[in-house]
């Protein structure tokens, strides 16, 4: 069984076809050119359109002559039910499948061509295709950050709701969009900020809580094996070394993901300074435990994805540093590991997941109590 067909049974993804309408030759009573135009793989845990390949997985293009008939499908599919019974209501394209559609600066393709995001009206223009370049600075009005989150993420935000600078952050402020500057975490923690975006519309910083029970390394690996999770060598290798317990007692952590970028790295960052600068914003490293307890808890990740865990490096047999690192390939979902010397340079897209300082998920904690 290929590996599509395993995440089908598994109910993952479904595979869809907009097909030409085929011949019918009145000789043989069948059908002929029944080939598909466009396919479709469709995420149903994400509702996200994955793959979205024409003949020889090129990519649609707007000079096909059945561009137009291609839109106005995927605006039928959003009426359509699943295998599960919803609807196919998708809110984003990964955006690696419209790289042949173009679109101005500050501009949006709709079902009705494309518009500036200022003139943008769902009930108008129907759903969006694809977005043009936007920047936003300290100096956006409010109000087009408002629009702007709401046409790209899907978040319905008030203006005042809303803060660019530290300084901006109160108890009402729910989405911030500007840079991170020194202990901006524990400002995080404080005011319970809900969507935290470094830069637009790049997806945005992952907080999410973990539970981190007290287990043996074998306990570790027995769960990991029935859940039917992959190990590596040098993974396994981390679990069962004397430095990967270090906790006595079970604890909940705030785990933060981000990109090297979103720390402030504009080319490629050292393991050491990306930690050192991550310690600036109010994070800390995560124990261990934290790798195990993470891949046990994350089993949506999606394919071809990885991420890697912030934490005291673990040297294992050969004599080199590593750290744990979260994958999901064709074959399933991993416990991996990555090199992670201090002076190993990083590229400014690889994603961390540090934890939120102890004190501010301490304070937070109290705060929404």
């Known amino acids: 069984m290929t590996p599509i067909s395993i995440r089908i049974k598994k109910g993952e993804i479904e595979i869809l076809s907009f097909r030409k309408v085929p011949d019918i030759n009145h000789e043989t009573n069948k059908l002929e050119n029944d080939t598909p135009i466009i396919t479709i793989e469709y995420n149903l845990k994400t509702n996200?359109?994955?793959?979205?390949?024409?003949?020889?997985?090129?990519?649609?293009?707007?000079?096909?002559?059945?561009?137009?008939?291609?839109?106005?499908?995927?605006?039928?599919?959003?009426?359509?039910?699943?295998d599960k019974g919803t609807l196919h209501d998708f809110t984003k394209i990964q955006p690696s499948e419209l790289t042949k559609i173009p679109v101005r600066n500050e501009h949006v393709i709709t079902e009705r061509g494309e518009v500036h995001f200022k003139e943008y009206d769902q009930t108008i223009h129907g759903f969006i295709l694809k977005t043009g370049k936007v920047v936003i600075t300290h100096e956006t009005p409010k109000e087009d950050v408002s629009k702007l989150l709401n046409i790209i993420k899907n978040i319905d935000v008030a203006p005042d709701h809303i803060a660019r600078t530290p300084q901006e952050l109160n108890a009402s402020t729910q989405v911030y969009v500007g840079k991170l500057e020194p202990d901006i975490f524990t400002l995080f923690a404080h005011y319970r900020t809900?969507?935290?975006?470094?830069?637009?519309?790049?997806?945005?910083?992952r907080r999410e809580n973990l539970d981190i029970p007290i287990k043996t390394p074998q306990e570790w690996e027995e769960e990991l094996k029935k859940k039917n999770i992959n190990i590596s060598d040098r993974a396994r290798e981390m679990l069962y070394h004397k430095d990967f317990i270090t906790l006595k007692e079970p604890e909940t952590i705030d785990l933060v993901r981000?990109?090297?970028?979103?720390?402030?790295?504009?080319?490629?960052?050292?393991?050491?300074?990306?930690?050192?600068?991550?310690?600036?914003?109010?994070?800390?490293?995560?124990?261990?435990?934290?790798?195990p307890a993470q891949r046990l808890k994350d089993t949506n990740q999606p394919i071809y994805e990885w991420y890697r865990l912030a934490m005291k490096q673990i040297s294992v047999s050969d004599g080199?540093?590593?750290?744990?690192?979260?994958?999901?390939?064709?074959?399933?979902?991993?416990?991996?590991?990555?090199?992670?010397?201090?002076?190993?340079?990083?590229?400014?897209?690889?994603?961390?997941?540090?934890?939120l300082r102890k004190s501010s998920f301490l304070e937070e904690s109290k705060i929404g109590s």
């Open 320 to 355: 080199y540093p590593y750290v744990f690192r979260l994958a999901r390939y064709d074959d399933g979902l991993w416990l991996d590991d990555s090199w992670a010397e201090p002076v190993f340079e990083w590229d400014p897209p690889d994603e961390f997941v540090f934890r």
């Open 258 to 291: 981000l990109t090297v970028a979103d720390l402030g790295f504009t080319k490629n960052a050292t393991t050491q300074q990306i930690f050192d600068r991550a310690q600036e914003l109010g994070l800390e490293l995560c124990p261990p435990e934290t790798g």
């Open 48 to 82: 996200t359109i994955e793959q979205m390949k024409k003949k020889d997985d090129a990519f649609l293009n707007p000079t096909d002559p059945y561009f137009n008939d291609v839109i106005d499908a995927l605006k039928q599919l959003r009426t359509m039910p699943t």
């Open 194 to 205: 809900q969507h935290i975006f470094p830069s637009f519309p790049e997806d945005g910083i």
